[in-house]
């Protein structure tokens, strides 16, 4: 399998910063990566595909960028609705693997 | 737009059958790929296996639970379904059913939460 390290597990951001949550994978993937929020007690949301697309609906301060072992998603602005659990997923293989998830709080 | 609703029992013994039933609207089998993903807290997110349709049902299994796992899918009812055989207690999680484009998990029912304790 195909080993997805997120880093870091945990951040603490005030509204206004820039937050930038990285994803470290064990072989090349290429750019086949993507990037979900998930809120406390609700479904994980996709939020960029193949490391950089931006989901439709998803606001321009998220971005995402990477390819083959290191990938990176950057969150310019914080806004208040953006503290949440950020979690990277691997498909360059299967099993489909996520990374174990970067908690942004309130600082 | 796709919605998706898990159900099933929330609280199973270890050692027995654990079966889930997803039923789907507002999309068609053959448009989408579709999974079942848990979520544990010591596990995080951890992919089940999914299926997809294109003229015949393909089935793919994460390999760590491939011998323990089962998914079926039924058009007439709209639904899918998960069969975990063996279940302990590092089984608890929250179980969702997933539909997706290529790899792009888009649409996520709500979660159930399955419990494994006797």
């Known amino acids: 399998d195909i080993q997805m390290t997120q880093s870091p597990s945990s951040l603490s951001a005030s509204v206004g910063d820039r937050v930038t949550i990285t994803c470290q994978a064990s072989?090349?993937?290429?750019?086949?990566l993507n990037w979900y929020q998930q809120k406390s007690g609700k479904a994980p949301k996709l939020l960029i595909y193949?490391?950089?697309n931006l989901e439709t609906g998803v606001p321009s301060r998220f971005s995402g960028s990477g390819s083959g072992t290191v990938f990176t998603l950057t969150l310019t602005n914080m806004q208040p609705e953006d503290f949440a659990t950020y979690y990277c997923?691997?498909?360059?293989?299967?099993?489909?693997?996520f990374g174990g998830g970067t908690k942004v709080d309130m600082k | 737009q796709v919605q998706l609703q898990e159900s099933g029992p929330g609280l199973v013994k270890p050692s027995e059958t654990l079966s889930l039933t997803c039923s789907v609207s507002?999309?068609?089998?053959?448009?989408?790929?579709w999974s079942w993903i848990r979520q544990s807290p010591g596990k995080g997110l951890e992919w089940i296996g999914y299926?997809?349709?294109?003229?015949?049902?393909?089935?793919y299994y994460s390999p760590s639970l491939k011998s323990r796992v089962t998914i079926s899918v039924d058009m007439s009812k709209n639904q899918f379904s998960l069969k975990v055989k063996s279940m302990t207690v590092a089984d608890t999680a929250i179980y969702y059913c997933?539909?997706?484009?290529?790899?792009?998990?888009?649409?996520w029912g709500q979660g159930t939460l399955v419990t494994v304790s006797s």
């Open positions: 299926f997809y349709n294109s003229g015949t049902t393909n089935y």
């Open positions: 997923q691997q498909y360059g293989d299967l099993p489909v693997t």
């Open positions: 072989h090349d993937i290429k750019n086949y």
């Open positions: 193949d490391a950089s």
């Open positions: 997933v539909g997706h484009v290529g790899q792009q998990m888009y649409y």
């Open positions: 507002g999309g068609s089998f053959s448009s989408y790929y």
